[in-house]
């Protein structure tokens, strides 16, 4: 049995052992047919053509059919050349005529895999063939084996391909079941940097019933230690620096879906990313997931995730087979914009950051569908952005939170917000964003944006409410140079703004701007000030600004007056009549030559502004001859002449800076000052070096309103009107109805009605004065009131000015005084005041009444010396008083008394300036004794009494005019009782007197010699 055994397995041995020798043999004798039909096989899986040479047996470590130098082609894509292809062919498939039993090593095989741009090598050349499409491919089931391999990875590099090589490619196609395959390689991939990343790879394709793109997939690959080169980055937006790990899976398949995660990490330090103009950002891990799928035509994804540090990225999209053509449909999570703003240009960065330093962007839609890369703007389906901003900062106006929204396509976007609100002392802006952006053609955007719910107010100067309809649009062009501006135009509640110009950049651009009229009625209705400045008129604006760059801003243009009239206060006359053209430049305004109206008087004005947006006026106004009722004053008729004034004209008022003027009899003056627009308050200083003060005050007489309004000022007047005009004055030398002053200061204070001049000051020879002048302008003539105290002064130049008479008496005058009356022809019957005066070392000149008085009595050969002729010379004297009313043109006094050498004379009465003539009772008292004088008295009629027999008094009557009075003794009985007390006290008579004048001749009680 054993035997048997024995001699079965020995036959079954040889059997085998035969079959084998002549199958062998039979390859030996068939290798071009067996080559043949493994070219062919090889040519149907591969579906392209195969060519395999002349075969030989070989032993690795099995026998296997070798094969040498083959060249496998498929399309202009592919190409490989194998050294060594080994084949242990399986006696299934020799008898089937199939390979999938056999196995295939390939040895140091040189492969080439180029995109449809780009060929070969001139050395590779691809030939002409029906394209390659893998989705329909299927997979040979092939036991393959690759050892010693080489990749040529083809990459766009300029005008040639630049190649990445996979070297010690070892991998393994085995066959899984009959619908299965499994791949695993490995290698080194050599950079064009000159460095080497290692690659691996294992692939489970299962379910190849039909096609490659049908079977479901399970797949890793792992790229280590590798760099993006910038070939490869040559056209993204940025650019990756650093050594990173890339790790990829795949499951599913291209029909149904194929889910990919992959990763991205660094190696060791953050993998730094590079954008233009940019900060480097780092980056320490990237993933990405989704879910690819394959049509006919387009590869699709969706259920893409894109994590980047903390920004995340959601969406789906496809792309073209070609990748000529893509689109993609995206939103994000909430990304804090102090992580986006480190993708920005630094410069960009950091102006955003000082505007929105905090808050939250959210990308919610991004519809893109695009033909090149990268895109561009006008490739944008949809887009909806919400940012919430912590917030707002613009320079010193900040507000927050405010949330903006970007809504729309590249057709037509959508800007909107919650109301901005931008709020100062002087005003405030508020608008919420509306704004609409749309493509009318591949260059060409049209902007427009509802200002209706705009509401502003400019210190009140320019306001609007909400619901105020309001717009701006303009279109914009991109052209190489960056974007043309064009048909520009804002349009708000009573102003139009035309606009146009080029951008390059936010520091390079030239903007033209037109304001075609502007009606300067409609600012400010709401502000009392500009309401009561009744601004009339238009004006047109055209400017151009220009910003180069690394200079600032230059602003050139003209201001074009028609008509324009301002009246900034009652106190001068409306301005108006103002036309001309003023040159912007920058933000500085000069003006020359404008002819300007101010009231009924011409005006020649040149004015410079050096900051528009902080105006203050600067005016210099010349004029050969100007009403005066167009400045501070009241006369209607009176002029003043060569004024040459500048002034600054600012939010609060006008300050004098200097102006000069003349009047007509000789008064030449510089004032300064401030004028307050609230009050008002005018507060100037004029200063003289001469001043006729007649013509000064009748600057402010001849009308009892404001030469220009009619009442002045305009509100209801009170009693206690408050002074509002206060002028302080400073004459060298100056002249008053012919009383000469000097260094005289004082003080002019106006109100409705009334001009005070107080404290008044002056200088006259060797005296000194001080008083106060009222003029009232309501009376029907004007009242003129004069008060004042003097010392040391020309009396006659005082009887002068005060009285309109040539004076009695010289000598120096000390004294206090008061005289008041209406201005003009009736001062004089009208005129009342008070006068305590005492005049100094005098004479009392060409007095006809003491000269008949003398002629009576003979009294001059009483004297030890000669009297001067009183009709002619006047009598010396050393002291003149007298305390006097002024009433109704009419002087009375009642102690008149004058002291002299010879005598002391006392007059009572009164002297009638108006008629001139005198009612006045005179007192004489010689300066002699009886024994000295009685043999030489011819006339009876002195007064005697006393012990020392003193000659006593004398008494006259004097009436009639003052140039021929009437002068006669008077009878000491004649007198009254009030008179004779007058002159007791005034001569300082003794208690007794002897009225009898017969004593006197007779004297009986005198000493018989």
């Not at 085998?16 to 039979?26: D, K, N, P, T």
């Not at 427009?448 to 914009?476: E, I, P, W």
């Not at 002029?639 to 009899?665: M, S, Y």
């Amino acid at each position: 049995m054993r035997r048997r055994i024995l001699l079965t397995f020995i036959l079954l041995i040889g059997l085998l052992l035969c079959l084998s020798i002549g199958l062998w043999g039979y390859i030996a004798t068939h290798q071009e047919q067996i080559g043949a039909m493994i070219s062919s096989r090889l040519s149907d899986n591969l579906k392209t053509p195969v060519t395999l040479k002349k075969a030989r047996l070989g032993f690795h470590p099995r026998p296997t059919l070798d094969f040498t130098e083959i060249t496998i082609e498929a399309n202009h894509r592919f190409k490989a050349t194998i050294p060594q292809l080994h084949v242990r062919v399986s006696w299934r498939d020799l008898l089937q005529g199939q390979l999938a039993h056999s196995h295939i090593t390939v040895v140091d095989p040189q492969i080439y895999l180029l995109p449809h741009t780009l060929q070969a090598p001139s050395d590779a050349t691809p030939s002409s063939g029906t394209p390659f499409d893998w989705r329909k491919a299927h997979l040979p089931q092939l036991h393959i084996t690759i050892e010693r391999g080489e990749i040529h990875l083809a990459a766009p590099h300029g005008d040639t391909p630049q190649f990445w090589q996979i070297s010690e490619l070892a991998a393994k196609l085995t066959p899984s079941g009959k619908t299965g395959l499994s791949f695993q390689g490995s290698g080194n991939l050599h950079l064009p940097d000159g460095s080497i990343a290692t690659i691996f790879s294992r692939i489970e394709l299962s379910g190849m019933t039909h096609e490659l793109g049908l079977a479901t997939v399970q797949a890793q690959g792992k790229v280590s230690n590798t760099t993006l080169p910038a070939s490869l980055q040559k056209a993204w937006p940025f650019q990756i620096d650093g050594r990173l790990n890339i790790q990829s899976d795949w499951r599913g398949n291209f029909h149904d879906g194929l889910r990919l995660q992959a990763t991205v990490k660094p190696t060791a330090a953050p993998l730094q990313l590079r954008h233009a103009n940019a900060p480097t950002i780092q980056v320490n891990q990237c993933t990405l997931s989704c879910r690819l799928q394959q049509t006919d035509e387009l590869f699709t994804f969706d259920e893409a995730t894109l994590s980047l540090n903390k920004m995340k990225l959601s969406g789906q999209g496809f792309w073209s087979s070609d990748l000529s053509h893509y689109g993609i449909t995206a939103n994000s999570n909430a990304i804090m914009l102090e992580d986006l703003y480190s993708w920005l240009p630094a410069k960009l960065s950091r102006n955003i950051v000082s505007i929105a330093p905090q808050g939250r962007l959210t990308l919610k839609t991004l519809k893109l569908d695009s033909q090149q890369w990268p895109p561009t703007l006008s490739e944008i389906q949809a887009i909806h952005l919400d940012t919430n901003l912590t917030r707002l900062n613009l320079g010193s106006w900040s507000q927050g939170p405010v949330n903006v929204t970007l809504d729309g396509s590249a057709q037509a976007l959508y800007l909107t917000s919650t109301p901005l609100r931008l709020a100062a002392t002087a005003g405030h802006i508020a608008w919420p964003l509306d704004i609409k952006l749309s493509q009318r053609d591949k260059q060409q955007w049209q902007l427009h944006a509802n200002l209706k719910q705009m509401t502003y107010n400019a210190a009140r100067v320019v306001a609007k409410k909400a619901d105020n309809d309001g717009q701006l649009s303009c279109t914009f062009e991109s052209n190489p140079h960056g974007w043309q501006l064009s048909s520009g135009t804002l349009t708000l509640p009573h102003i139009g703004v035309d606009f146009s110009g080029t951008f390059r950049s936010a520091d390079s651009y030239q903007l033209q701007v037109n304001i075609p009229e502007l009606e300067l009625a409609h600012l400010g209705p709401n502000i009392q000030l500009l309401k009561q400045m009744n601004l009339r008129g238009k004006i047109a604006v055209e400017e151009t600004l220009t910003q180069t760059p690394g200079q600032p801003l230059d602003a050139q243009g003209t201001l074009t007056l028609t008509n324009c009239a301002i009246s900034p206060t009652h106190v001068i006359a409306p301005i108006h009549t103002i036309n001309g053209q003023a040159r912007l430049s920058g933000k500085s305004l000069d003006a020359t030559d404008l002819k300007v109206g101010l009231g009924d008087s011409q005006l020649r004005v040149n004015a410079h502004l050096d900051d528009i947006t902080h105006p203050v006026a600067q005016i210099h106004a010349r004029a050969t001859d100007i009403f005066a009722k167009d400045l501070v004053f009241n006369s209607p008729t009176a002029r003043l002449h060569d004024l040459d004034g500048r002034i600054a004209i600012h939010a609060h008022g006008i300050d004098f800076t200097r102006a000069t003027v003349r009047l007509d009899q000789g008064t030449t003056a510089t004032v300064t000052g401030t004028l307050k627009f609230h009050g008002p308050d005018l507060q100037l200083l004029v200063e003289a070096p001469f001043a006729n003060v007649d013509e000064v005050i009748a600057l402010w007489h001849g009308s009892a309103n404001h030469g220009h309004t009619g009442q002045w000022p305009h509100h209801e007047i009170t009693d206690d009107e408050q002074e509002t005009l206060h002028i302080r004055a400073m004459v060298d030398k100056g002249i008053i109805s012919g009383f000469e002053f000097s260094d005289a200061t004082g003080t002019i204070h106006y109100r409705y009605g009334r001009l005070r001049i107080e404290p008044l000051l002056f200088e006259a020879d060797a005296g000194y004065g001080s008083g106060r002048v009222l003029l009232y302008q309501t009376t029907d003539p004007a009242t003129l009131q004069i008060e004042g105290t003097v010392v040391n002064i020309d009396a006659d130049k005082v009887y002068n000015q005060l009285l309109k008479h040539t004076g009695l008496v010289t000598g120096r005058l000390t004294g206090d005084f008061s005289i008041s009356g209406p201005i003009g022809s009736t001062f004089l019957p009208n005129s009342n005041g008070l006068f305590s005066v005492t005049i100094q070392d005098g004479v009392l000149r060409k007095f006809k009444v003491l000269s008949k008085a003398f002629s009576l009595l003979n009294v001059a050969q009483l004297f030890t010396f000669s009297l001067p002729d009183m009709a002619k010379e006047g009598m010396p004297f050393s002291r003149l008083t007298s305390d006097v009313i002024l009433e109704d043109g009419v002087l009375r006094s009642e102690n008149l008394r004058i002291d002299s050498a010879a005598m002391n004379t006392v007059l009572a009465g009164e002297l009638d300036l108006v008629n001139n003539d005198l009612d006045l009772i005179m007192g004489i008292k010689p300066l002699g004794t009886v024994d000295t004088v009685f043999t030489r008295i011819p006339v009876a009629g002195w007064l005697l009494t006393g012990d020392d027999r003193a000659v006593l008094s004398a008494n006259f009557e004097i009436k009639g005019s003052f140039s021929d009075p009437k002068v006669e003794m008077m009878p000491l009985t004649s007198l009254s009782n009030k008179v004779f007390g007058i002159f007791k006290r005034t001569l300082t008579l003794p208690g007794t007197l002897i009225k009898d004048p017969e004593k006197v001749l007779t004297n009986p009680d005198r000493p018989q010699k």
